[in-house]
C-alpha cells in the first residue's frame, strides 16, 4: 500500500488511504463513516515530526546501513521492475 500511495501522490493523483490491524476498531470506523459521507478522510498529523539522524542510536544505524548495502547489492523484485518499465531488461527488448 505504501508504494501505491507513493504513485499516487507522484503522479498527483487525489488518494485517500484508510487501513487498520482487524477493520473493528473506533478509528477505522469513524474514518470509514466520514469517506462514505465526504468521499474523503484526513488523518490526524499532529504526531509527525521531522525525523533527527541524532536521536539514531548506534545499533539502529548499523541495521540501516546493512540494510540500505543490501537493498542497494540485491537484485530483488522492485529493482527488475523498474529496470523492465525503463527498457534496460535484455528479455524485454
Given amino acids: 500500500m505504501l508504494n501505491l500511495n507513493g504513485c499516487l ?9 484508510l487501513w ?10 469513524r474514518g470509514l463513516h466520514e469517506w462514505i459521507a465526504k468521499k474523503s478522510f484526513v488523518h490526524d498529523t499532529s504526531h509527525v515530526r ?11 544505524r548499523a541495521l540501516g546501513v ?3 548495502r543490501e ?6 523484485a522492485a529493482r527488475r521492475l523498474r529496470r523492465r518499465l525503463h527498457g534496460h531488461d ?3 527488448r
Avoid: Q
Avoid at 501522490?9 to 488511504?17: I, Q, S
Avoid at 490491524?21 to 477505522?28: E, N, T
Avoid at 537493498?71 to 530483488?76: A, I, Q, S, V
Fill in 71 to 76: 537493498l542497494r547489492t540485491k537484485e530483488g
Fill in 20 to 29: 487498520s490491524k482487524d477493520f473493528k476498531d473506533p478509528l477505522f470506523k
Fill in 90 to 92: 535484455e528479455c524485454h
Fill in 9 to 17: 501522490r507522484k503522479a498527483g493523483v487525489p488518494f485517500t488511504t
Fill in 50 to 60: 521531522c525525523f533527527d539522524p541524532s536521536e539514531v542510536n548506534d545499533e539502529e
Fill in 66 to 68: 546493512a540494510l540500505a
